[in-house]
């Protein structure tokens, strides 16, 4: 099993829709959590920390549960330029600075 | 603010000449990073430094070596390329071991 795991998709969606992602990861003691952004022949940049209560930038929603040991990222009112691949990204431990990196899942918008 | 720099931008190599990909970040960030990405596999890490002086294996760290001399620096050196290093490298950095990472442009290199 794969340390970290997304559906790499393609999700194709109308502008305007609302779309969901989910990653599983497969060690309960990993400590911190994020979503990075990554388009075509880029460098990946983050997008936002995932916090244990959830969390909320704009139009973004992040969302851990522990038990179940996935997160999950909600993107509402999609606009063309989501379209990109979304990277699900842990830490094992902390302080070691080991991020594990998902394959990634793609997104389009479509006009 | 530049961030993260990376040099070359791409390079084409012959299997079994040296080279070494430059990475200079200028956050006074504590740890730095370097990764691989290939279509299928996601990123992989190859080597870390979480301070100057320090460095670690990362999950692919074989055939390469990484220096941390200061802060700012962070190379990786290729000692006799092969194709299989065919890839493109990214340089990233973070202001503690552990934190969220900012990641330099790339370097594409493509071994022949």
């Known amino acids: 099993r794969k340390e970290v795991e997304q559906d790499p998709g393609p999700f194709n969606v109308p502008e305007g829709a609302t779309v969901a992602f989910n990653c599983t990861y497969s060690n309960s003691a990993s400590q911190s959590f994020f979503w990075y952004r990554q388009d075509c022949r880029k460098e990946p940049k983050l997008l936002m920390s995932v916090y244990s209560s959830g969390n909320e930038d704009g139009r973004f929603t992040a969302q851990l549960n522990r038990a179940s040991q996935y997160i999950s990222l909600l993107i509402r009112d999609s606009k063309l330029s989501d379209s990109a691949t979304y990277l699900c990204v842990v830490n094992m431990k902390s302080n070691t600075g080991k991020l594990i990196f998902g394959q990634g899942t793609t997104l389009q918008v479509k006009p | 603010t530049a961030g993260i720099t990376q040099a070359p931008t791409s390079q084409i190599l012959a299997a079994g000449r040296s080279m070494t990909l430059r990475c200079t970040q200028d956050?006074?960030?504590?740890?730095m990073y370097w990764y691989r990405q290939d279509l299928g596999l996601g990123l992989r890490l190859i080597h870390y430094?979480?301070?100057?002086?320090?460095?670690g294996k990362g999950e692919v760290p074989d055939g390469y070596s990484v220096s941390r001399a200061n802060t700012d620096d962070f190379p990786l050196t290729l000692a006799s390329a092969v194709p299989s290093q065919t890839s493109v490298y990214f340089c990233?950095?973070?202001?503690?071991?552990?934190?969220?990472?900012?990641f330099g442009p790339g370097t594409r290199l493509t071994v022949l």
């Open positions: 956050m006074r960030h504590n740890a």
């Open positions: 430094s979480n301070t100057a002086g320090t460095t």
């Open positions: 990233a950095s973070s202001e503690l071991a552990g934190g969220s990472q900012f």
